[in-house]
């Protein structure tokens, strides 16, 4: 089994920036396949972005050029940069663990994080 555990979520304005970040105690990221997902209120889980074990990356359209996705091996993290923040970014953020098929932005992962609250206002 294992945890992810997220942080970075919080309250920002409009066009300002936040830092997600998830941990794997015990666990290499480096060897999984990884993603992001959103789910707001009253909406049905979404992919936001994915890196492969190959570090290819991949990108809903809605946050194209606005958020990356990265993972530092070094300190066995994967994060999500967001810039350029919109209030329909608001969600609770999931980080999520070794796909098991379908595209990489497909909620078809193993394992999940609790989740951390990003609001956005106008």
């Known amino acids: 089994q294992v945890q992810l555990v997220e942080s970075g979520g919080g309250s920002v304005q409009a066009g300002g920036s936040l830092r997600l970040s998830c941990v794997a105690p015990?666990?290499?990221?480096?060897?999984?396949?990884m993603g992001w997902f959103r789910q707001a209120p009253g909406k049905e889980r979404e992919g936001v972005a994915a890196v492969n074990i190959d570090d290819t990356t991949t990108y809903a359209d809605s946050v194209k050029g606005r958020f990356t996705i990265s993972r530092d091996s070094g300190a066995n993290t994967l994060y999500l940069d967001m810039k350029s923040l919109r209030p329909e970014d608001t969600a609770v953020y999931y980080c999520a663990a070794l796909h098991t098929g379908g595209a990489p932005l497909s909620p078809a992962y193993l394992y999940w994080g609790q989740g951390t609250q990003v609001t956005v206002s106008s």
């Open positions: 015990g666990y290499p990221i480096s060897i999984y396949s």
